[in-house]
Every structure is written in structure tokens, then in C-alpha cells.
């Protein structure tokens, strides 16, 4: 997954769950968050020209 699509996977889910108050916001954004796997963090980088080992 490319940079664009991680940030664009964190703002569908955000939206998804469509939150009204900061508490809410707060763990909804933590949920996000914890969806990203590590291949979508290893493709992040990789994509940015660094190295992933």
C-alpha cells in the first residue's frame, strides 16, 4: 500500500465512524491506527525510498 492509501485507509475509517465528541474522535483515530499492518507501514517506507530490512 502506498503512502496516499495509507493516509486514504486512516480517513475512510475515520469518516466511517462519523464521531461527535473528542472522546469518541480520540478512539476512533486509535482504532484507525491500529489497522495499518505492518506491510502497510513496510510498502510506506519502501515507497519513500527507504530501506525496509
Do not use: G
Amino acid at each position: 500500500m502506498k503512502n496516499a492509501l495509507v493516509f486514504s485507509k486512516l480517513k475512510t475509517l475515520m469518516r466511517k465512524a462519523a464521531t461527535r465528541t473528542f472522546e469518541t474522535l480520540v478512539e476512533a483515530l486509535a482504532n484507525a491506527l491500529r489497522s495499518i499492518t505492518k506491510q502497510d507501514c513496510e510498502a510506506f517506507f519502501k515507497h519513500a525510498n527507504y530501506a525496509t530490512e
